[in-house]
């Protein structure tokens, strides 16, 4: 597609269920972000991507979140046993990344508006 | 923390009137970017600023870089009701990789 897609778009869940979140990067771009949003706030790094490793994951708020990417395309972020605090926008971001450094811009996605009730 | 500070947090002006947004960090960047977030909805790149440059424009859009002061502002000229959005600048993380570390975001509502 010609920009980054996200889904689900909305998910309500209740305390204790896993969700899979799903994220399709621009065609091409190597590098793959996925961030967080709770309400009115800015932007909290979980993890990164280039290619299918994950050279930083150190944003990842506990054990009960992973995320995994294949084939250097689509990414899947999976909250386990999720609690009401995980209630927040997570946000993919996908770019062209060389030799680890970005100098260049990232291109969101619409979010997937997590709520957990 | 890398992690910067905008002011102010909101603003709120008429539509016609330059909205100023100023961003600080903290450590030595190759460049600072501003993105901007329409109510539930994803980011949008804005404008990118190089290190080496002290003033960029895009059409209504004015950014200023100061590395001595480790500061930079975003400028909104002439604004519109369209314009009402948050305003997040981010900076490359110092370490190893590409992600971005963003401000907390100013909250800009242009009245019509």
């Known amino acids: 597609g010609a920009g980054v897609s996200q889904s689900p778009s909305n998910k309500v869940t209740e305390k204790g269920k896993d969700v899979e979140l799903r994220c399709d990067p621009i065609s091409g771009h190597t590098a793959l972000y996925w961030y967080r949003q709770s309400l009115g706030q800015g932007l909290e790094f979980l993890i990164y991507f280039q290619g299918n490793s994950a050279p930083d994951k150190s944003g990842l708020p506990s054990d009960r979140f992973s995320a995994e990417r294949t084939g250097g395309s689509v990414s899947t972020l999976t909250i386990q046993r999720t609690q009401q605090e995980d209630s927040a926008v997570y946000l993919c971001?996908?770019?062209?990344?060389?030799?680890?450094?970005?100098?260049?811009?990232?291109?969101f996605g619409e979010g997937s508006r997590l709520t957990v009730l | 923390s890398q992690q910067g500070e905008e002011d102010p947090q909101a603003l709120s002006i008429q539509e016609g009137e330059n909205a100023t947004m100023n961003c600080s960090y903290k450590t030595s960047i190759n460049n600072l970017q501003w993105y901007r977030q329409n109510s539930g909805r994803g980011l949008v790149h804005l404008i990118l600023?190089?290190?080496?440059?002290r003033e960029k424009h895009s059409g209504r859009l004015r950014v200023t870089l100061d590395t001595s002061k480790k500061s930079s502002s975003l400028l909104i000229t002439a604004s519109r009701a369209a314009d009402t959005a948050s305003y997040f600048c981010a900076t490359p993380w110092a370490g190893q990789g590409g992600k971005l570390i963003f401000g907390q975001g100013t909250e800009l509502s242009v009245k019509p």
């Open positions: 971001a996908s770019s062209l990344v060389s030799r680890g450094l970005n100098t260049g811009e990232l291109f």
């Open positions: 600023i190089r290190s080496n440059e």
